[in-house]
């Protein structure tokens, strides 16, 4: 595609329920990274995948966070019995090469009441 | 582990003032260097970068020159415009490791 897809764009879910965050990296990318952005806190690293393995899952803040890639193409970031604290702007990004230029697309804004 | 801090904001200047936004790392290899910045409503896009020392990456006014001796990657601008106004975010990734880690932004309001 011409650009990283995400979606949905917006999502408000309540206290236990689980979510799944999608994203379209650009064509030929192999590379595919997920960021949270939440106020204050800037632009937190939580996985990436080279291909569709994951050699970082470093960041993924509980064992409630998951995350999938098939298909060397299309990612889904699970959060399974969402608390308030997840809320937050999901960033999903993809790139020719690990480590290099990324290009991210415009966010999954997750809200749990 | 790699870090990286920058100054906090948020930044006011008045349009055509110099504008310097502090960047320092920490890294256990020799990383690239990167700015990213994320204008209102809009997504992440890369600025500029410099992938070894004393390399200065450059775009749209802005300068940010590789510093491995303070461990710092400032970003620079001359002459600041209203249209400036963003967030901006300095990012390393070290080699041998692909992960890509940001620091916390830094939000930049120009007035006219």
């Known amino acids: 595609g011409a650009g990283v897809s995400q979606s949905p764009s917006n999502k408000v879910t309540e206290k236990g329920k689980d979510v799944e965050l999608r994203c379209d990296p650009i064509s030929g990318h192999t590379a595919l990274y997920w960021y949270r952005q939440s106020l204050g806190q800037g632009l937190e690293f939580l996985i990436y995948f080279q291909g569709n393995s994951a050699p970082d899952k470093s960041g993924l803040p509980s064992d409630r966070f998951s995350a999938e890639r098939t298909g060397g193409s299309v990612s889904t970031l699970t959060i399974q019995r969402t608390q308030q604290e997840d809320s937050a702007v999901y960033l999903c990004?993809?790139?020719?090469?690990?480590?290099?230029?990324?290009?991210f697309g415009s966010g999954t804004q997750l809200s749990v009441l | 582990g790699n870090s990286v801090t920058q100054m906090e904001g948020p930044v006011t200047l008045s349009e055509e003032a110099f504008l310097t936004i502090n960047c320092t790392y920490t890294?256990?290899?020799?990383?690239?260097l990167f700015w990213y910045v994320q204008y209102p409503g809009e997504g992440l896009q890369l600025l500029l970068k410099?992938?070894?020392?004393?390399d200065k990456g450059s775009n749209k006014g802005f300068e940010a020159t590789y510093r491995k001796e303070t461990t710092s990657f400032h970003l620079e601008k001359g002459s600041v415009q209203v249209s400036d106004s963003a967030v901006y975010f300095c990012a390393l990734s070290d080699r041998g490791d692909d992960k890509i880690i940001f620091g916390k932004g830094t939000r930049l309001h120009i007035l006219p």
């Open positions: 410099a992938t070894k020392a004393d």
């Open positions: 990004a993809s790139s020719s090469n690990p480590g290099k230029k990324l290009f």
């Open positions: 890294a256990t290899g020799y990383p690239s």
